[in-house]
């Protein structure tokens, strides 16, 4: 059964370093999404990415976040000078559109 | 703009009674909606979905819910809770945005404990 897979599944990382979440989503879905999920809070969107650019942002997703569509099956999510408050778990999801979107597993960040 | 409002954050049940998951749900057009499960440390999975076909709609693990457009819920229930089921519960709808591009909306979610 097909699967949307993110990597990594644990990310450490040093307050102010760049960090690049990685997403290989459905290979015939054409809207990816990006959500985050603070420890014992509620899921979050970020973004959501469709016909090569973004479709719609939050206003968590500012100008330190940037997505990409590097090749015809990574979808990225890059934050560029990590803060404490970024460590969540980050969920990457795509669909076709009307149908449920399918999640990845997430990758858990931690910023020290 | 869409909206999902999940109205309980916490519910208790003990084992073998029923489940109750309420979910309103606001949208400007023809939504469809989902309810997805998160096991402890776990990612999202899909439990049922509402896409404009039968109203009543069954999913994994016994789950169903019904879609009232009178109402604007879309309740997710379970005629018997097993410990199993003990988890968070997300209630999601799927719509166009004014911008013309779909986007999915999470409601804020609900702590199932299932006593024995």
């Known amino acids: 059964e097909p699967e949307v897979t993110q990597t990594p599944s644990h990310q450490v990382t040093q307050m102010g370093q760049e960090v690049i979440l990685r997403c290989v989503p459905i290979s015939n879905h054409l809207y990816f999404y990006w959500y985050r999920q603070i420890l014992g809070q509620k899921v979050e969107f970020l973004v959501s990415?469709?016909?090569?650019?973004?479709?719609?942002k939050s206003e968590i997703f500012d100008d330190q976040f940037s997505v990409e569509r590097p090749d015809g099956s990574n979808f990225t999510l890059k934050i560029r000078s990590t803060k404490l408050e970024d460590s969540a778990m980050y969920f990457c999801a795509s669909n076709t559109g009307e149908d449920e979107a399918f999640f990845g597993q997430g990758t858990r960040l931690t910023v020290v | 703009a869409q909206s999902v409002t999940q109205l309980d954050s916490h519910v208790s049940v003990s084992e073998g009674t029923p489940v109750l998951l309420r979910c309103n749900y606001s949208s400007s057009y023809s939504p469809s909606l989902f309810w997805y499960v998160q096991h402890p440390n776990k990612g999202l999975q899909l439990l049922l979905k509402y896409t404009s076909a039968a109203t009543l709609v069954k999913g994994i693990n016994g789950f169903e819910a019904e879609f009232k457009k009178s109402e604007t819920s879309f309740h997710l229930t379970k005629p018997s809770a097993h410990m199993s089921d003990a988890a968070e519960y997300f209630c999601?709808?799927?719509?166009?945005?004014?911008?013309?591009?779909?986007?999915?909306?999470f409601g804020s979610g609900t702590r199932l404990q299932v006593q024995p």
């Open positions: 999601v709808v799927s719509d166009f945005m004014d911008t013309g591009r779909r986007a999915l909306t």
């Open positions: 990415f469709y016909n090569n650019e973004i479709s719609e």
